[in-house]
């Protein structure tokens, strides 16, 4: 029972890391105006509740108090997204976070340009935790036709262009997230991340 309520904390903390960045970096002139502090009521946590690595790898490692990871550990080499994406990456940030009953890693690739890509890598002790996650997932899902690992595209209302392929193979659930390219590129990047090596 701890490990479904680990997954179903992983899978509904997993979309708010990945966008937390950007939202703080979009929302700075709103909050300036406001008329009144607004004061956060710190959330609790649990042994069996995992903090999720965001792709801000860095300000996450410190609020989870682990130190970045090697990028080797990433799924996926930067010159291995360039040559199938079409961009200009080149910065790798990791970190990788233990909890009760699984690994969370996370892996932002950042360049020049304004799009980065996020690759999230959930493991789980026991891989039917991983059954039916999909329910958890905030946003809207769309199944790809005959994908061989049943992967869906997660869009969210986030407001930042953000893409995410998502599918569950071989016992490790995968989220790989495209944010910053305009709606306008989507078919054509839809095909290139479905034409990207698949994990493991």
């Known amino acids: 029972m701890s490990y479904r309520v680990a997954l179903i904390a992983a899978s509904c903390l997993a979309l708010a890391a990945c966008s937390g960045s950007e939202e703080r970096q979009t929302s700075q002139a709103p909050t300036e ?23 801000g790898a860095p300000a996450n490692a410190a609020a989870t108090n682990s130190p970045p ?3 080797a550990a990433c799924p996926y080499p930067v010159e291995e997204l360039n040559q199938g994406l079409g961009l200009k990456l080149s910065i790798i940030n990791a970190v990788e976070v233990p909890f009760a009953g699984g690994t969370q890693l996370s892996c932002q690739y950042t360049g020049e340009q304004p799009a980065t890509v996020t690759v999230n890598k959930l493991v789980m002790q026991d891989p039917k935790m991983l059954e039916g996650m999909e329910q958890f997932l905030a946003g809207s899902l769309e199944a790809v036709p005959n994908d061989p690992d049943k992967a869906q595209w997660n869009t969210t209302d986030s407001g930042l262009n953000d893409l995410t392929l998502h599918y569950v193979r071989a016992g490790t659930s995968i989220d790989l997230r495209l944010l910053g390219v305009d709606q306008a590129e989507w078919p054509a990047m839809k095909q290139k991340l479905l034409d990207l090596r698949r994990i493991p």
Do not use: G
Not at 34 to 54: K, N, Q
């Open 69 to 71: 990871t090697n990028p």
């Open 33 to 55: 105006q406001a008329s009144a502090p607004v004061t956060a009521t710190p959330m609790p946590t649990s042994a069996a509740t995992p903090v999720l690595a965001s792709e």
